[in-house]
């Protein structure tokens, strides 16, 4: 996250920051205003526990889009020694999963980020919830976050359909630039910005965006920023204050 939580802080009128310089892992003083401050509203919700439990307890068709940014399996773990719970497994995939489907309203849409190691695994799970892949997102870094048969600079996420959604008046190109947060809250934080994009596209203000992988909260700040409710869940406690201070 950015501190820069100046309210005149330079947006577009899509959300995005009008940026000047983009930070690197060498260069981490030029971190853009990724971040987006903006008053609470008593029907966001931010939830400690396993989503899984949690979204047993949401009734059915109850939310109008999902966009999450779950663990990719990857086994990772940043350079002073954070890990992401679930990121050595596939356990939890199926079953959160369907839960989410189960509780996205018919014709709406799923945004997930994804981990491209793993694409085999998470499509197959996606397809089997009855999820259906209408697009792909990737996100362009200027620098590589890591270097080993090629240089990594990109991240990635598709776009899922239930039912038949009614195409957006907007899409959005499928290609966009990174923004880097600086990984302060979380060590694979996204930048709020690069999610208000989504959120405008695939969802009406007012709607409820579900987020059962929250990290840091960084959806719930997109979605606050385009007037729309959120529901978070987050299973680690110390993410789970993050988020809650940050949206609190
Ligand atoms: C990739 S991170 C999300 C980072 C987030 N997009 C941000 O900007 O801060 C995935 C998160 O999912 C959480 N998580 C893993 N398994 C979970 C589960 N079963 N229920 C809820 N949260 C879970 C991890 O603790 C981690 O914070």
Redesign the pocket.
């Known amino acids: 996250m950015s501190t820069n939580q100046d309210q005149n802080s330079p947006f577009t009128p899509s959300g995005l920051p009008i940026q000047t310089e983009l930070a690197s892992d060498n260069n981490p003083q030029a971190i853009p205003p990724t971040e987006i401050p903006q008053a609470p509203s008593p029907g966001n919700r931010i939830i400690l ?4 439990q ?1 979204l047993r307890q949401l009734p059915d068709a109850s939310v109008d889009m999902v966009l ?5 399996v990857v086994r990772y773990r940043s350079s002073d020694g954070r890990s ?4 050595d497994n596939t356990r ?1 995939m199926f079953p ?1 999963f369907s839960e989410l489907y189960r509780v996205l309203k018919p014709d709406r849409y799923c945004v997930s ?1 994804y981990g491209w190691s793993k694409a085999e695994r998470f499509l197959s799970v996606w397809k089997e919830c009855g999820f259906r892949p209408v697009g792909h997102f990737v996100w362009v870094k200027r620098y590589a976050s890591c270097v080993r048969h090629a240089q990594m600079k990109h991240e990635q996420a598709y776009l899922l359909a239930k039912g038949e959604p009614k195409l957006p008046a907007h899409p959005p190109a499928d290609v966009q630039p990174w923004q880097y ?1 600086g990984n302060r ?2 060590p ?3 930048a ?1 910005s690069s999610l208000v994009p989504l959120i405008e596209a695939y969802s009406r203000p007012g709607d409820t965006i579900l ?9 719930g700040a997109a979605a606050r920023y385009c007037h729309r409710q959120y529901i978070l ?4 406690p110390a ?1 789970y204050q ?2 809650a201070a940050r949206l609190n």
């Not at 999450?68 to 990719?72: A, L, S």
């Not at 869940?233 to 680690?236: F, G, R, Y």
């Open positions: 526990g396993d989503c899984t949690v999450t940014d779950p663990p990719y992401i719970a679930n990121d939890w959160s980020f947060t809250l979380h694979t934080q996204k709020a987020d059962p992988f929250a990290g840091s909260g960084s959806t869940i987050e299973k680690d993410y993050a988020a």
